[in-house]
């Protein structure tokens, strides 16, 4: 083993208020709770991890395990992956973060309705599931691209995967490709 790093796990004395009695805990606490687990993303000089059971991102150098910088209070359920130099930290926005330092580059609020699951991302197009259509984003800087009206048979569609020539996501009811036409 070449290094083991930890980290503070987040905690809280009651749910309304969590231990700072700064403003309603419970929302932040679900959303938390709400993290599957989460890949860390490796650049060049960090490992970046999302943990669910710590608020924010934590970037870590990878000669030896010391917290670079972190991001307690970035909402943030899924790592998209790296675009020039920037880790997109997904949940309702969208926060491109410097690998380098930890600062905000850009955010995207996502349109309307929640994210409904995890995104997809290639060939710098961030991929955004909701409930009513998928927001196609670009990620090297921020703006939108589009949006898709999901197929009424199918539904709206989470945890995407992105091809050459397909987009596959599920949902409750179903497994669905979808191509342009």
Do not use: H
Request: with cysteine; aromatic share 6%.
């Amino acid at each position: 083993m070449l290094w083991l790093a930890g980290y503070a796990k987040l905690r809280a004395e009651g749910l309304q208020t969590g231990t700072s009695e700064s403003g309603p805990f419970l929302p932040r606490i679900l959303k938390v709770n709400a993290r599957g687990p989460a890949s860390p993303v490796v650049g060049d000089e960090v490992v970046v991890l999302a943990p669910k059971d710590a608020a924010g991102v934590i970037a870590f150098d990878r000669r030896n395990g010391e917290i670079r910088w972190r991001q307690d209070l970035l909402e943030c359920r899924y790592l998209a992956g790296v675009c020039e130099g920037n880790l997109l930290a997904v949940d309702n926005t969208v926060t491109a973060l410097s690998l380098a330092t930890g600062k905000v580059a850009w955010e995207y609020t996502v349109e309307g309705k929640r994210l409904l699951g995890q995104p997809g991302y290639s060939g710098a197009v961030l991929y955004l599931p909701t409930q009513t259509n998928l927001q196609m984003v670009d990620a090297r800087t921020g703006q939108a691209l589009g949006t898709f009206a999901w197929d009424q048979k199918a539904g709206p569609l989470g945890n995407l995967v992105i091809g050459s020539q397909r987009i596959v996501g599920v949902n409750t009811k179903a497994l669905a490709a979808l191509a342009a036409k």
